[in-house]
């Protein structure tokens, strides 16, 4: 059984910090790429990072672009999101995705954790 858990979320006032965590099981870790995602309420979900499967290749939204930093670790089967700087536009449910298009595929969401940023 294939799952991704999020954790890390919480409130934080502007100007702070959070790292959110993808916990994935059930999956070959290492040959899926990683993707966070966000949504605020009455918004759609957006992309705000990626990373490829072996973590050498990485995006960022331009609205977090030097804020944020993906990662990974492939031996804990474990995404990461250093979020720094936060701001109030930041405040929304963060997804974890993980996708591959070989090895038959596969595309696997996490159920989200909340962030909110406000003083």
């Known amino acids: 059984q294939v799952q991704l858990v999020e954790s890390g979320g919480g409130l934080v006032q502007p100007g702070g910090s959070l790292t959110l965590s993808c916990a994935a099981s059930g999956v070959d870790f290492s040959t899926y790429a990683v993707t966070w995602y966000r949504q605020a309420p009455g918004k759609v979900r957006n992309l705000v990072a990626s990373i490829s499967s072996t973590g050498g290749i990485t995006n960022y939204a331009s609205s977090v672009k030097g804020r944020f930093t993906i990662s990974r670790d492939n031996v804990k089967n474990t995404g990461y999101l250093q979020m720094n700087s936060l701001k109030p536009e930041d405040t929304a449910v963060y997804y974890c995705?993980?996708?591959?298009?070989?090895?038959?595929?596969?595309?696997?969401w996490g159920h989200g954790t909340q962030v909110t940023v406000s003083s």
């Open positions: 995705n993980a996708r591959r298009l070989i090895l038959g595929g596969g595309n696997y």
